[in-house]
T-cell receptor, first 108, second 116 residues
């Protein structure tokens, strides 16, 4: 079973829409959780860390449910510049495990 | 400017010809790591290093070697490259995390390798 699973999409949404991505992880001992953004085979860049209490950064909200081993990312008021692949990442014992990514295209 | 650099950015080589991809960071990070990214498989960790002279295998270490003689440098060595090592490679660095799980990673720009 994969460590991290994501719906690959693609998600095609109009500007201004709200879109949600989900991710599950298989190992309950996972310690840290992140969402990264990757543009067109460039290097991944941290979007936000994810905490059990949930956290928000502008239009982005991330949630972690340890009991269900589930991580989510909500993007409100989508912009054209949000078009990218979103990577769910978990870490455990000094190793990092990446999902295959969810592709988002925001359409004018 | 805080950054991770990789060289070369693009490389075409032939099976069996040893190559080294360099990685350097200027953020005084202790943790460094190498990944490969393949379509449909995502990023997979090859090797990582918690500090100088400390290296550990990730999920896909076969066919690769690394060394960490200095804090800033973490080269990836392919002793005898094969076509199945054709991939996009990323180096990353990170300050140590509180729970040993690692904190934010900063990635280099990537190295596209083609092995013929």
């Amino acid at each position: 079973r994969k460590e991290v699973e994501q719906d690959p999409g693609p998600f095609n949404v109009p500007e201004g829409a709200t879109v949600a991505f989900n991710c599950t992880y298989s190992n309950s001992a996972s310690q840290s959780f992140f969402w990264y953004r990757q543009d067109c085979r460039k290097e991944p860049k941290l979007l936000m860390s994810v905490y059990s209490s949930g956290n928000e950064d502008g239009r982005f909200t991330a949630q972690l449910n340890r009991a269900s081993q589930y991580i989510s990312l909500l993007i409100r008021d989508s912009k054209l510049s949000d078009s990218a692949t979103y990577l769910c990442v978990v870490s455990r014992s000094n190793q990092f495990y990446f999902g295959t990514g969810t592709s988002l295209t925001v359409i004018p | 400017e805080a950054q991770v650099t990789q060289n070369p950015r693009y490389l075409i080589t032939v099976t069996g010809k040893k190559l080294t991809v360099t990685c350097s960071q200027n953020m005084n990070h202790e943790y460094m790591s190498w990944y490969r990214q393949d379509p449909g498989l995502g990023l997979r960790q090859i090797y990582y290093s918690m500090n100088v002279e400390v290296t550990d295998k990730g999920d896909v270490p076969e066919g690769y070697k690394v060394s960490r003689k200095e804090k800033r440098n973490f080269p990836l060595i392919l002793e005898s490259p094969s076509p199945n090592q054709t991939s996009l490679y990323f180096c990353a660095s990170s300050p140590p995390g509180l729970a040993g799980g690692g904190e934010t990673q900063y990635f280099g720009p990537g190295t596209r390798l083609l092995v013929l």
